[in-house]
């Protein structure tokens, strides 16, 4: 009976140093705000191969560029608006780590502006785009983040702003 104790608080004691020495996975939990000054690369000196290319900071961790590509849009009948999906993708200028977003919202024309003459064949008629964003990945300082938010953007001409704002759960 005895011999059954020792054993029994040794193995206790083993489990108690081994779970002792796994790493902690200590998450942290942080308010996520960038803001990106965008173009479509057309009347711009630097092309942009995206739907919306940009240049700006993302709070905590400098500057970098932002690149958006549409995946699907779809008119909402009766409206000046559209459904879209697209993916964002963030690329911190100080070390490459990227941030690949997936957006979900809508883009809105305002006034006629959709409806103009040759509104359709042009480029930059003003477009308010407001998403919802989830994280699909992340590789560097961003690899294993979770997160979600919204993004703003407001473009006319051949400029826009994007505004994105949320929260990230880092490794």
Partial sequence: MRRAS??????????????????????????????????FG?????????????????????????AFDLTDFAPIEGTNCGNLEGIRVITLASDGSTLTLDETGTVCFPGQSSFAPGAQMSFGNPADINTTW??????????????????????????????????????
């Fill in 134 to 171: 989830t994280v699909d990945r992340g590789t560097g300082v961003f690899r294993g983040a979770k997160g979600s938010g919204t993004d703003s953007d407001h473009n006319s001409g051949d400029e826009g702003h994007a505004s994105l704002k949320g929260t990230l759960t880092l490794p």
């Fill in 6 to 39: 020792v054993i029994l608080a040794v193995a206790g004691l083993v489990v108690t140093l081994v779970l002792a020495a796994l790493p902690a996975s200590a998450k942290t939990t942080v308010a996520f705000s960038a803001e990106f000054k965008e173009t």
């Fill in 42 to 66: 057309r009347a711009n000196s630097k092309p942009c191969s995206h739907f919306l290319c940009g240049v700006g900071t993302v709070s905590g961790f400098g500057s970098a560029t932002s």
